[in-house]
């Protein structure tokens, strides 16, 4: 299997708890030297109205978004298949959320002590 790029979304064995559910590679690719992992946030059909989910409409998945809440690291062996890839600025909003629920962003959930 070829390891992922960035903004694909593969579908990916999470676990027995997880499922095997469609997820967005967000991590760049391994090179040769590198563990072969790739970082995933899944998708989701249950959105909660989160503002760490990102709610897309994207052909060839089912209605949903990204939970940036729920990153998850995996080896390219648990990655099944591609699905697809999201445009530039589906990407950028998978990634706004993943940078606030970090706190990585201007827009901090939380002020730390």
Same mark, same amino acid.
């Given at each position: 299997?070829?390891?992922?790029? #960035?903004? !694909? /979304? ?5 676990? =027995? ?5 469609? &997820?967005?590679? +967000? ?23 989160? #503002?760490? !989910? /990102? ?5 060839? =998945? ?5 939970? &940036?809440?729920? +990153? ?42």
């Amino acid at each position: 299997m070829r390891p992922p790029d #960035r903004g !694909e /979304v593969w579908i990916v064995d999470l676990g =027995l708890a997880a499922k095997v559910r469609p &997820a967005l590679a +967000l991590s760049v690719p391994a090179g040769d030297t590198e563990r072969a992992l790739v970082t995933l946030v899944p998708h989701t059909t249950s959105l909660r109205g989160s #503002r760490f !989910e /990102v709610p897309l409409k994207v052909s060839f =998945l089912k209605e949903g978004g990204f939970d &940036a809440q729920s +990153l998850v690291t995996v080896p390219f062996v648990r990655l099944v298949r591609p699905l697809g890839k999201l445009r530039a600025s589906e990407l950028a909003a998978v990634e706004q959320a993943v940078s606030t629920w970090l706190g990585l962003s201007s827009e901090r959930g939380t002020t730390t002590r």
